[in-house]
């Protein structure tokens, strides 16, 4: 049994949007040939949860962040964030989400803000768009923003001056600062030293608790996983299977399918007969080993 825990909002503090996606498929159209990134994927954040998607390179993540923004329309599948069908929305709807509710962070720091630029006037330049769309008084102030990520003496430094670790904060700050409900993040700590990381991590679990700001972190490296309390994996455009405070599961797919985990297919091959019988209870797996 779980049970909710119902914070009542601060007046500036975001409510976190939930994410669900239904048979979302992606085939990007090439000369001659179709790679299908996306092959199904069933994926529900709870409003304020934190996540990581984690699998390995050409596995799907990005795609998915992607599609999770609102960057592109899949080929197929639906993805709902907060009330909003991304599938079905209009241009201007669109617009507004960007402004004010989806934030997303590019892998690449450099990508996400104007470099030549303070990590202040990079906020008051975020906020315009925000601002436009009936937004204004609720936005959180740049020293408020910068004390969220650990900054605050560094508002006034040209972004190219800082370290990679800096640079990754201060683009955080950045993308908090229209107030998002869901944030995405693409590889924030690839190419950082593990200190630099545990910091990006952090902030971003910090900004998770005490925002309520729904988080979505794309990595493909496990040990970010240890700062997620759940984990999704992908593999091959699919959900490969789900962690829960280190503990690996398998996922059942809406179709009825079970991808077993890399581990687990060392044992079970494919072609493996096994078959499910419910014993005192509970399920147990029988594997047919005099398969002739
Ligand atoms: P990940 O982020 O897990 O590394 P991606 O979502 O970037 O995976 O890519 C998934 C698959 O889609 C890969 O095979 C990749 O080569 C392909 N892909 C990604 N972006 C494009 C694109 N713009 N055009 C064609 N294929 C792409
Ligand atoms: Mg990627």
Do not use: C
């Not at 330049?125 to 560094?154: I, N």
């Amino acid at each position: 049994m779980t049970t909710e825990l119902i914070l009542a909002p601060s007046a500036t503090a975001p409510r976190g949007l939930a994410v669900h996606t239904r048979g979302l498929v992606h085939v990007y159209r090439g000369e001659g040939r179709d790679v299908a990134a996306l092959a199904g994927v069933d994926l529900s954040v709870r409003a304020g949860e934190m996540i990581g998607l984690l699998g390995p390179s050409g596995a799907g993540k990005s795609t998915l962040l992607s599609l999770l923004a609102g960057l592109f329309r899949p080929t197929a599948g639906t993805v709902v964030v907060g009330d909003l069908d991304l599938t079905k929305a209009t241009a201007s709807e669109l617009d507004t989400l960007h402004a004010t509710d989806v934030s997303l962070m590019l892998q690449g720091a450099a990508r996400n803000v104007l470099p030549f630029l303070t990590a202040a006037q990079n906020i008051e330049f975020a906020q315009v768009a925000a601002q436009r769309a009936e937004r204004a008084g609720d936005l959180p102030g740049t020293p408020t923003l910068l004390g969220m990520v650990g900054l605050s003496d560094l508002g006034d430094e040209p972004l190219d001056r800082l370290t990679p670790g800096q640079l990754q904060l201060a683009t955080l700050a950045v993308v908090l600062s229209t107030r998002p409900g869901l944030l995405l993040a693409d590889e924030p700590t690839s190419r950082l030293d593990h200190e630099a990381r545990d910091r990006v991590l952090a902030a971003l679990a910090r900004v998770n608790r005490e925002l309520g700001t729904t988080v979505v972190v794309v990595t493909h490296d496990r040990d970010v996983a240890r700062w997620m309390p759940r984990t999704v994996t992908i593999r091959d455009g699919r959900i490969g299977g789900e962690g829960r405070s280190g503990e690996e599961y398998a996922v059942v797919t809406a179709d009825g399918f079970l991808p077993l985990p890399a581990h687990a297919l060392e044992v079970l091959p494919p072609g493996t007969l096994v078959r499910l019988e419910l014993e005192d209870g509970e399920y147990r797996l029988r594997v047919e080993r005099d398969q002739s």
